[in-house]
């Protein structure tokens, strides 16, 4: 078996395979070696998909672990599994089915947070402490202005959650308390936007972080992708080109993934199926002050990006058309699946999820 697949394989396999891949030579966990795309096609390992009984687009994924997921998507729909996707919860929010969720953030199995996208009143943040049984919605967007996109937490307390740009600049949301309240932060320490310029609710990936204050915006739609940082929990941001194609509404950085506070990915590309997507990935080594083109990109347009547990080099991509994995830390991918998805993201027992148009649900699985 060539580097690529054993990783693959290893890793879907779970903590356990990969501490015995660990101590006789595979190293799944470390892997960087380079490795052709036909073998990460091989079928013992990759997406498996579950029968989530919906017909939603899921564009919200929270991985908890290999057994608990949660998902989040049109129609006001949230479901949940606790036993590795053999059956889903419909837990949606009463009275939300005119809502677009678009990310969601669980704490563990029964708490979690869930944003609602749009203009106006239709950017709204939900919170459940008992699995979905009861919601409490605890911001309600009254600004006609506004539109909320994605959201983050630091910590348990701590999370912040972006709107596109009000009166020339980023609108940040912050709580303190887990969610349940949420005040709207000055902007004097966020830069201008550019014109045209906003961020994609396509994964819940383009507000992302990494430790107790650091996060990262990802932007599109302007004549440059942009990437934002703040290393005070939205309070003061810094700004950073990167080289991603941009210049066109449908073009941008479409999600982000930081490994910890310095090592970070970037996707995006053109999400219309008919146009193309090169260079469509990019790398930070600085906490995104600097970007570096992927030498071998994402081959088309990708949505969602998550680092896989306790990994300098493997990541995940997904999109639409399929999804790929670097075992060099973004400087090359390699497409391992052609199904479609939007979103994902990888629980830190190396438990990763899936999720995109019609209900699509997967965990990766030997």
């Not at 919200?60 to 608990?68: F, I, Q």
Request: glycine share 12%; proline share 7%; hydrophobic share 40%.
């Amino acid at each position: 078996m060539v580097a690529g697949a054993a990783v693959l394989a290893t890793m879907a396999a779970g903590p356990a395979a990969a501490a015995r891949a660990g101590s006789s030579g595979v190293a799944p966990v470390t892997a960087g070696e380079p490795v052709a795309a036909a073998a990460l096609t091989a079928p013992h390992a990759g997406w498996r998909l579950k029968d989530s009984g919906s017909t939603a687009r899921f564009r919200g994924l929270s991985a908890v672990s290999r057994t608990t997921a949660w998902v989040a998507g049109t129609a006001g729909t949230v479901l949940r599994s606790h036993d590795g996707g053999k059956h889903w919860s419909d837990i949606s929010p009463p009275g939300a089915g005119a809502l677009e969720f678009r990310d969601i953030e669980a704490f563990d199995a029964r708490r979690a947070v869930v944003l609602a996208i749009g203009e106006g009143e239709a950017s709204r943040v939900f919170r459940t402490d008992d699995a979905g049984a009861t919601w409490t919605e605890s911001f309600h967007n009254t600004d006609p202005r506004a539109f909320y996109d994605c959201l983050t937490f630091f910590d348990r307390r701590h999370g912040i959650a972006l709107g596109d740009p009000v009166d020339g600049t980023y609108r940040i949301l912050s709580t303190a308390d887990g969610g349940r309240s949420w005040r709207v932060l000055p902007s004097k320490g966020m830069p201008p936007a550019q014109q045209g310029e906003a961020a994609f609710a396509a994964s819940g990936q383009c507000l992302v972080s990494a430790g107790s204050r650091d996060a990262w915006i990802a932007t599109g739609g302007a004549a440059t992708a942009r990437v934002l940082h703040t290393a005070d929990r939205g309070r003061t941001w810094s700004v950073t080109d990167t080289p991603i194609p941009a210049g066109d509404p449908a073009r941008g950085v479409f999600a982000l993934a930081f490994r910890d506070r310095t090592h970070g990915l970037a996707v995006g590309g053109d999400y219309r199926p008919d146009q193309p997507s090169p260079h469509a990935a990019a790398v930070s080594n600085d906490a995104g002050s600097t970007w570096t083109p992927a030498t071998a990109p994402p081959k088309t347009y990708r949505s969602g990006a998550a680092w896989l547990p306790h990994s300098r080099h493997l990541a995940l991509a997904v999109g639409p058309s399929g999804s790929d994995l670097t075992l060099d830390g973004g400087r090359t991918w390699h497409t391992f699946d052609h199904g479609s998805y939007d979103t994902v993201d990888c629980a830190p027992d190396l438990g990763c999820w899936a999720a995109g148009e019609r209900g699509r649900i997967a965990r990766l699985e030997p």
